[in-house]
């Protein structure tokens, strides 16, 4: 691996604990409640089986899996992995764990139906590489839906040490560039999605511009047909 992907390991892992106490809550009533929704929306359970990248402690996984899926999670975070599998223990979920790159993954070319990536590619190196990665493991006219961080998110803190030259583990792409780099390496977008921090109403989003309302999101959602030919 990179020397980011090993600092991004190594603090992963530091967060893992940390990450796994809040998860229940972020993927329920939190930012990440609308997340499989949407997903289950554009990804049928005979559609393949589906890939989990960057799967954290498996929450996502499991709750793909306890709808019908067969799920592949991979985190790059080896104590994010134990926690999955704890998760796991003991069920029939069709589901799997290991470590794993975003960027180099160990499955042939269109391997999945769906590919769920939230987040995971503004602490990726390269998104374009990450991004070209997910389009090789899709099969034609799959989806991906992919979670970029919007302007308001707090953990675009990560990227802050850049300003005093000190390397970092997350790059500072923005949701509209997530989407044209989509556009332009094969995908077609069928859904965008923001979810806003609290204190943005409704009523005002609904009535701005998709670039406005990316503006203003904490994570912007898209999903993403692979183009086929």
């Known amino acids: 691996m990179s020397h980011w992907s090993v600092e991004a390991a190594k603090q992963w892992n530091q967060f893992a604990a940390d990450w796994h106490a809040r998860s ?3 993927w329920e009533t939190g930012s990440r409640r609308t ?3 949407m997903f289950m929306r554009h990804v049928q359970p005979d559609a393949g089986p589906v890939l989990d990248a960057g799967c954290g402690d498996g929450y996502a996984s499991c709750k793909l899996a306890a709808n019908g899926y ?6 790059i975070a080896e104590e994010m992995i134990r926690l999955a599998h704890e998760r796991v ?3 029939d979920l069709s589901v799997r764990f290991q470590t794993g790159d975003v960027s180099a993954l160990p499955f042939a070319d269109a391997s999945f139906g769906g590919i769920l990536c939230i987040n995971v590619t503004e602490f990726t190196p ?3 590489t990450a991004l070209r990665e997910l389009h090789r493991l899709l099969i034609p006219g799959g989806v991906l839906l992919l979670g970029i961080l919007g302007p308001t998110a707090g953990p675009r803190a990560h990227s802050y040490r850049r300003l005093y030259g000190e390397e970092t583990i997350q790059n500072t792409m923005m949701p509209w560039e997530a989407k044209q780099l989509a556009a332009e390496n094969g ?4 859904e965008e999605e923001p979810v806003y921090k609290e204190g943005v109403p409704a009523e005002l ?25």
């Open 24 to 26: 229940t809550a972020m």
């Open 70 to 75: 067969r799920v592949e999670g991979v985190d």
């Open 35 to 37: 997340v499989l929704p």
């Open 126 to 128: 390269s998104p374009l």
């Open 205 to 229: 989003a609904g009535r701005l511009s998709a670039e406005l309302r990316e503006a203003l999101s904490f994570l912007t959602l898209f999903a993403l047909e692979k183009v086929p030919g």
């Open 187 to 190: 995908f077609r977008l069928l």
């Open 89 to 91: 223990r003991g069920t």
